[in-house]
């Protein structure tokens, strides 16, 4: 599977960005799909997640009310809308995916099996 993520950039606080994660190889559908973000010196962490059937997302208590996942199987992508942006929203954002169905997992990175190449978002106050 290959993940490539954009729809990053700059944007002032207060603002709106859509991430985007096109994927291509195995079928698609039959994966969940998260995002996670790594700020300069710290850990990368779980942002969202939405099931393969898109039935259910779940989201970091930091995002939760500003943040939105969503998918379309039929162009293979998911997409991540993010407003009401904070400046510590400020980061690298990666898609991935996982075979793994169970929301007891979706937010652990070692539980994702491939990663897209990241799309920078900086938010300035």
């Known amino acids: 599977v290959q993940l490539q993520a954009s729809g990053g950039g700059l944007v002032q606080a207060g603002g709106s960005l859509r991430l985007s994660c096109a994927a291509s190889g195995r079928t698609f559908s039959r994966y969940a799909m998260g995002w996670f973000r790594q700020a300069p010196g710290k850990e990368r962490e779980f942002v969202a997640a939405i099931k393969w059937s898109g039935s259910s997302a779940y989201y970091a208590d930091s995002v939760k009310g500003r943040f939105t996942i969503s998918r379309d199987n039929a162009k293979n992508t998911v997409f991540l809308q993010m407003n009401s942006l904070k400046p510590e929203d400020t980061a690298i954002y990666y898609c991935?995916?996982?075979?793994?169905?169970?929301?007891?997992?979706?937010?652990?990175?070692?539980?994702?099996?491939?990663w897209g190449q990241g799309t920078l978002v900086t938010v300035s106050s």
């Open positions: 991935a995916t996982t075979t793994y169905n169970s929301n007891t997992v979706l937010h652990l990175p070692r539980y994702y099996a491939y």
